[in-house]
């Protein structure tokens, strides 16, 4: 049987990538600040803010980009350094828009010793996020960094895509993003009844199974199209999807759904999702539990023990 859907409050977010620094190739870019023509594009971009909190990276021309667009001062825009751009060991340089765009793609090499990983630099910006718990809010920061998040969230594909959208952002840009954030699983079983789980082995770690899925992007119709589409990432399978079994809020910005599905067919030759091309995330198992093996298996989140028992 499906439960009754939580209430998740829906909210957005406003970010503004900052508008064009003064460029100083002696000087770390944290400390830039906007040029002239960059002071015009601001002040000619305003975006509605009378009902919002409005917070900004401490690098200056974030703070002077969130101060023009939002018609405030400098001073009356919280700074908040998880919204830094990327930590990392630069200069200007020839090659180093080549160097970030890979960075970007998560394709770090040893021009990125020293540098945040994606990974990390989209962490501490979640959390920045989870401290400002608001219907409207706005915030001041770069392209990097905010790439990196909406690629963690699913809201831009990794990748080359990742890079595209980097590339594309103007000095300045607005990217607004509703609330909450999506993922979508599939509670998947086979013919014979089996479900079907990923074993996860994280390098240093004890296993443990979940639900295939993963976050509805931008692009997917609907989250049923997200779904299908994560399946056949991740495991080559094409699917029928039945009624939603489960939501939960994992936080004040991100849902997941849990649907009913049958499998149709599997061929794991075919996966071909982002994750498989980097060791550093460890393995991802395709494995078939019969229900009465599940007592056995570290099932994660582990409420799914409770609501598989009922169904």
Known sequence: MNEPRPHLPLRRI???RHAMPRVDAF??????ELNPSGIAAAAAHPVSAADAVVVSSPERKALQTAALMTARTVDAVAADARFREVDRVERVHDDFRAARAAWVAGLLDSRHQGWETPDAAAQR??????AH???HLIVGTHGMVLTAWLVAHGRVAPGDAAVAFWEALDFPAVVEVALPLVRVRAMLSDAEGRMILIKRTRPGQQPYWTMPGGGVEATDASPEDALRRELREELGAEIEIGEIMHERP???IRSEIFYAANLISLDPALRDGPEFADPSRGSYDIERVHPEELAGVDLRPAELKTLLARV
């Open 14 to 16: 406003i970010f503004l």
């Open 27 to 32: 000087s770390s870019p944290g400390t830039w």
């Open 250 to 252: 994992l936080d004040s």
């Open 125 to 130: 910006f979640h959390e920045g996020l989870l």
């Open 133 to 135: 718990t608001t219907d």
